[in-house]
């Protein structure tokens, strides 16, 4: 067996358990098996106390924290009469806390300070140059070719002693050990190059300049999570670290790693419980703890997390036999999956692939284990990194989309202007949405990382479902034809790799392999979405089109749960259908349970009865059933007892909700049939939902974003004869797997009703807000719960943009009608195509 699976098979068995491909290790490590097991042993043996109390158990328990001190220094291969470690919360307020007590020189200084960062930084580094501008500081930024330019100059001499080194002007220079958008490990010979001056001339002072002192902050968050840092080699003053991104566990604890010859530089201007030897409370003196650790940690630290280090520094140990073993493996699945990445093009010889490095990935020395790309159709355009990442959640494959919290790195790799950014935002695009495309250019990228528990298998498993369903067929394995000149651009931007043996890529070629069994599971087939879609109706008397109705009417009562069937007319008020997404069900933590993660959810079947004015809960297969009232006030009076019911919250989609508990006999009922403890049925109340400039947005129950969804029968028809190649799926079975409101009869083209922009629904009007833009839920069989592949994958190889089905409505409101009913076989009209 690969020593790599049976590393995984012995120490992550919940990987395999639940089949997941996990390609996320730079945004969050995986705490292994045996790691946990000693962490609860321990909890479990042992009583710890507070460390500023002076019992036994607290002192015991003060002795247990300095001693994990003393084992992250030996992972640094350093120890304190070197450097101080003071616990965070992680690597971002580990640099905050730098920033909150920096040195700087006085306005008045014959020498201003600077702060020099690499615009290559993650988020938090930006906001370090943000806190400073008020400050007497020199803010200047450094493009990622001017950084290359300045430490790659010829050698500076060695500055003459300083007379009065306590006159000098502390300036400070932050930059990553590792870029966490391509992987670049930038060199750690700038940490001395940067003492020794090298940013000087471009801060406009003289070349050797004895005025300044140089210090180097170093955020290391992302290459400790494969790479050992010597401290004994490399000498940052400060280091940021957070320990979830080495070992998984625990969460929220992070370091600061402060060079004991540098402590002079930190000033503390704030003090908390812990951290002075005295203090007097009308503030006229106080005076603060000798250690750093002691001075810089307010208050009581994580101490029960801080004492879980230890497991986790020993299991990776035992894991892996060490750092240097993990970073030798994960660079080499990297390199592994690059290569592919690199090689793939479509039938037509067009790349599959556009990929952000900065290095040729020739060595581990020089790139981590991170590969970033953005996918490419066979006509050039770019496939948005949603329909990548949602046919990924499909295949249980998690990676990471968007810029990873580092604007700089995304800006420089996909050539995007300040100009296109604010243009970008503007447009309604944020960090973080789901806007993966706007004016055909991506917002992001898609990124794998590897880390310790990673194997071969986890890259192929990519790697298949890209060719599958992203690749024209047969494809085509050959280098790019422009690798030459990429390659020798790649070596410039990384110094030393001008010399280094370059990877042996094979050469240009048609693929060998032609696996029937892929060409048949092949995405993409000749069925490309185009705007000539086949007639699926024919044409009426008038030559006008076939006359359009309502065929169907359903609503969800219970959030996520099965539809119900209205039979002849509904009651139509300001959010929706009346009752539609009125309720849902949560877990203990107040999330909203959804068949995303609870298919079984489907087999609840929510019935209106309006005769006795109830909800009625039945159960696929289960006799009996559970009822609440649907009158407001009567559900209030039967679940308080006569009294005020207090209200909760949830959240749906980011907004707060206001909801009300249905009582303990439909708790009781649901948790029973689904086998899960402490879950609740609870009512809407009052939805609070905001844009970002505080305006109210569309009125809402417990919908996702419309108030009502619109499907066309001629593009479920459309849709069935594609999926039918793979599964054979009925009509019925295909719609109701979109879960609409409205379906219609077939327009005389599949998808013609994403261009519509207004209808009239019998005397109503309704104005398109958008189209539906599909998750993988629609891969559930809402008859049996099973979850397979499609239709999800059927779309997304066929739409050209966004998976997309159906259409959101909103009402037109029309004081002159006052009461608003839809009737089955109401007319529907394209009022404005």
């Known amino acids: 067996m690969d020593p790599l699976q049976e590393r995984r098979d012995k120490y992550f068995k919940r990987l395999q358990v639940t089949g997941t491909c996990y390609l996320d290790h730079a945004g969050a490590g995986l705490y292994s098996d045996n790691q946990i097991d000693a962490v609860r042993k321990d909890l479990i043996y042992n009583v710890f106390g ?8 607290s002192l015991r328990c003060r002795d247990s924290v300095d001693q994990v001190r003393n084992r992250v220094l030996k992972h640094f291969n350093t120890t304190a009469d070197e450097y101080s470690v003071i616990f965070t919360s992680g690597a971002t307020a580990a640099m905050k806390m730098v920033a909150d007590s920096f040195d700087w020189a006085d306005s008045s200084a014959t020498t201003r300070s600077h702060f020099v960062y690499a615009q290559d930084n993650h988020t938090s580094v930006l906001g370090l140059a943000e806190s400073f501008r008020d400050k007497p500081v020199i803010v200047k930024s450094l493009h990622h070719d001017n950084l290359i330019d300045i430490f790659t100059q010829e050698t500076l001499e060695a500055q003459s002693e300083i007379s009065d080194p306590c006159n000098l002007a502390n300036s400070l220079f932050v930059y990553s050990a590792e870029c966490n958008f391509s992987g670049v490990k930038y060199p750690l010979d700038w940490i001395r190059k940067s003492h020794e001056g090298y940013l000087n001339e471009y801060c406009g002072l003289e070349r050797k300049h004895r005025g300044v002192k140089w210090l180097c902050l170093l955020d290391a968050a992302t290459y400790l999570s494969t790479n050992e840092l010597d401290l004994t080699e490399y000498k940052p003053d400060f280091v940021c670290v957070s320990f979830y991104k080495i070992f998984g566990y625990p969460t929220g604890l992070g370091a600061l790693l402060i060079r004991n010859t540098s402590s ?4 503390r201007r704030y003090f908390g419980g812990g951290t002075v030897k005295i203090a007097l409370s009308d503030g006229s003196f106080h005076e603060l703890r000798d250690s750093m650790h002691e001075r810089f940690e307010d208050g009581t630290v994580n101490y029960l997390a801080i004492l879980s280090l230890i497991h986790g520094f020993s299991s990776i140990n035992e894991v892996t036999g060490g750092m240097r073993n993990v970073a030798q493996t994960t660079f080499n699945l990297a390199q592994y999956t690059y290569i592919k990445l690199l090689k793939l093009h479509h039938s037509n010889g067009k790349r599959a692939v556009e990929l952000y490095t900065d290095t040729d990935y020739s060595s581990h020395l020089h790139q981590g284990g991170i590969v970033t790309f953005n996918l490419l159709r066979d006509n050039g355009e770019y496939i948005g990194f949603m329909e990548v990442l949602n046919l990924a959640n499909l295949h249980n494959i998690q990676l990471r989309t968007g810029c990873f919290c580092n604007p700089g790195a995304c800006q420089r790799h996909l050539k995007l202007t300040n100009e296109q950014l604010l243009a970008n935002f503007e447009a309604g695009h944020v960090c973080g949405d789901s806007r993966d495309l706007l004016n055909g250019h991506p917002t992001g990228a898609v990124r794998v990382s590897f880390g310790y528990s990673s194997t071969q298998c986890d890259a192929d498993k990519l790697l298949d479902l890209i060719i599958r369903c992203f690749v024209t067929k047969p494809i085509i394995e050959k280098l790019p034809d422009d ?12 110094p030393g790799l001008q010399n280094k043996e370059k990877i042996n890529l094979p050469q240009n070629g048609v693929s060998e392999k032609k696996d029937q069994k892929n060409e048949e599971a092949n995405c993409l087939s000749d069925k490309s979405f185009v705007s000539s879609f086949p007639r699926m109706v024919s044409r009426s008397r008038s030559g006008e089109g076939p006359q359009l109705h309502i065929k169907r009417i359903f609503l969800y009562p219970i959030k996520s749960c099965a539809y119900f069937e209205v039979e002849s007319s509904w009651i139509i008020n300001e959010t929706g259908l009346q009752f539609d997404r009125e309720w849902m069900i949560i877990d203990e933590r107040g999330v909203a349970l959804t068949q995303k993660y ?3 959810l489907c087999f609840i079947q929510p019935r209106v009865n309006l005769r006795t004015q109830h909800l009625e809960l039945h159960y696929k297969d289960h006799h009996g059933f559970c009822r609440v009232p649907l009158n407001l006030a009567e559900d209030n009076s039967i679940n308080s007892g006569g009294n005020n019911v207090s209200l909760c919250q949830s959240k749906v989609c980011g907004d707060n909700i206001t909801i009300r508990d249905c009582g ?9 049939l689904l086998d899960r403890d402490n879950i609740r049925l609870v009512r809407h109340i009052q939805r609070h939902s905001k844009n970002n400039s505080g305006i109210n947005k569309l009125p809402l129950t417990l919908s996702n974003q419309g108030q009502y969804l619109l499907i066309n029968m001629a593009s479920v028809q ?15 079975n295909l719609m109701h797997r979109f879960r609409c409101n409205f ?12 261009k519509w922009t207004e209808l009239k629904i019998g005397n109503l009007k309704f104005k398109v807000d958008s189209p539906c833009t599909r998750c993988p839920v629609i891969c559930v069989d809402q008859k049996t719960g099973e979850k397979i592949n499609e239709p999800f994958t059927t779309l997304a190889a066929n739409l050209k943009g966004k998976v997309q089905f159906g259409i959101y409505l909103r009402l037109i409101e029309d004081s002159l009608i006052s009461q608003k009913i839809i009737y089955v076989n109401d007319t529907v009209e394209n009022i404005k195509p």
């Open 664 to 672: 303990e006999d439909v708790a009781l009922w649901l948790a029973k």
């Open 718 to 732: 459309w849709l069935r004869e594609l999926v039918a190649e793979s599964i054979d799926l009925t009509e019925e």
């Open 50 to 57: 507070n460390p500023h109390s002076a019992n036994s158990v």
């Open 264 to 267: 002079g530089a930190l000033k």
């Open 598 to 600: 609870e298919p079984r």
């Open 743 to 754: 379906v219609i009869s077939p327009t005389e083209k599949p998808m013609e009703e994403l």
């Open 483 to 494: 690798w030459g000149l990429r390659l020798k651009k790649l070596n410039r931007f990384v």
